[in-house]
């Protein structure tokens, strides 16, 4: 019973984080986004690893060209400002469960807050033509589509085969790389998924149940978030070469506003008013409220420099790392009951993360140019 209680609490803070960016934060792009400008496999792929500089200097992976401590900063910044929002959602939706609209307010701080840095002239607009509008229009449906059907598939499968198909993640991001940009990989970096998996199978492991379309949506939305991440990722390095404020500013209002039919569609503006009538909206809550929208913002800032300079792939596995950190919090704040499995896959999890940090510090000194 205790470990049943432990999945349910760690879930819903490992589940809650998707709300928050997004990300991871987020997140936002459409299947289709893989065949437009910036995901053309003509384009230069600046994470390609097949490449040398002396045969193209300009292919170099934009990953392996940053510096190691700026990267470990943002990665840094990522988890902490992560994991505070995953609490601050629990926190919020311990009061009241809306988290459509818990969505909203993060897209829309995201907007309010890149506003902000537009008129203090910190951050400047590129000029974009139709076809990279819609390009971005398509990226922010891809948000809402992404979350939408993580929420349906969470109704029809247990939530530990959720967490398990959702670890596959970096391996769906592996695929797509090598299939739209034909980009290869060294053994190593394969060989590095196995403990990152499967430690996150053992750490969330327990009562695994599905429903062959429940089964379908979870891998639909694996493949989702895949793609979200390569294409947040593309957006910045690729033909269009927008900065991470320039994506969220175009990206996080039209994220709002699909965000806000779904939450009309689910019902969460009764919600909402029930929760204004019972007198939820106090003070203390209205300044929870506006710290959770600040730390969004902050976020989705973070979480998009650190997938340009890190790489897709490795954001990706940072969420595999974020699953069992996550846990670990719960058992320190919520007394989360966990078993000798459990903490042998959170090990193991992290190993792998230590392993692939070490392939991808041998790949960035084997691309520096030789002196």
Not at 112 to 117: Q, T
Request: aromatic share 10%.
């Amino acid at each position: 019973m205790a470990a049943k209680t432990h999945h349910r609490q760690s879930s819903e803070l490992s589940h809650l984080s998707h709300h928050s960016s997004e990300a991871e934060k987020y997140s936002l792009e459409r299947t289709s986004i893989s065949s437009d400008a910036p995901l053309n496999k003509d384009d230069e792929d600046l994470e390609a690893q097949t490449a040398t500089p002396a045969q193209q200097p300009s292919a170099q992976p934009l990953e392996y060209s940053t510096s190691t401590t700026k990267k470990l900063v943002f990665l840094g910044l990522y988890f902490f400002l992560s994991l505070g929002l995953t609490l601050s959602n629990k926190a919020l939706m311990k009061t009241a469960k809306l988290p459509w609209l818990l969505t909203v307010l993060h897209t829309a701080s995201t907007f309010i807050g890149c506003s902000i840095l537009l008129l203090t002239g910190q951050l400047k607009l590129s000029r974009l033509g139709t076809k990279e509008n819609l390009i971005l229009v398509a990226f922010s449906t891809l948000f809402t589509l992404n979350i939408a059907i993580s929420n349906v598939s969470l109704a029809l499968v247990s939530v530990p085969f959720h967490q398990v198909l959702r670890s596959t993640c970096p391996v769906a991001t592996i695929i797509i790389y090598r299939v739209v940009y034909g980009r290869s990989y060294s053994r190593d970096t394969y060989i590095s998924m196995i403990p990152l998996i499967f430690g996150v199978g053992l750490a969330t492991f327990g009562d695994y149940y599905f429903t062959m379309i429940g089964f379908l949506l979870t891998l639909l939305g694996v493949f989702l978030a895949a793609v979200k991440t390569v294409a947040t990722n593309r957006l910045m390095t690729g033909s269009l070469a927008l900065s991470a404020m320039e994506v969220l500013f175009r990206m996080s209002p039209l994220a709002a506003i699909q965000c806000l039919f779904y939450a009309y569609a689910g019902g969460e503006f009764a919600g909402l008013s029930d929760a204004i009538d019972q007198g939820v909206f106090g003070k203390a809550f209205l300044f929870s409220i506006f710290c959770n929208g600040a730390m969004a913002f902050s976020l989705n800032i973070v979480s998009f420099q650190t997938n340009k300079v890190a790489g897709a792939l490795t954001v990706s596995v940072c969420g595999n790392l974020k699953q069992c950190l996550t846990i670990l919090l719960g058992i320190v704040l919520f007394a989360v009951t966990v078993t000798p499995l459990n903490g042998v896959g959170m090990l193991i999890t992290v190993l792998g993360a230590a392993y692939y940090s070490k392939v991808e510090l041998d790949r960035k000194r084997a691309a520096a140019p030789s002196k």
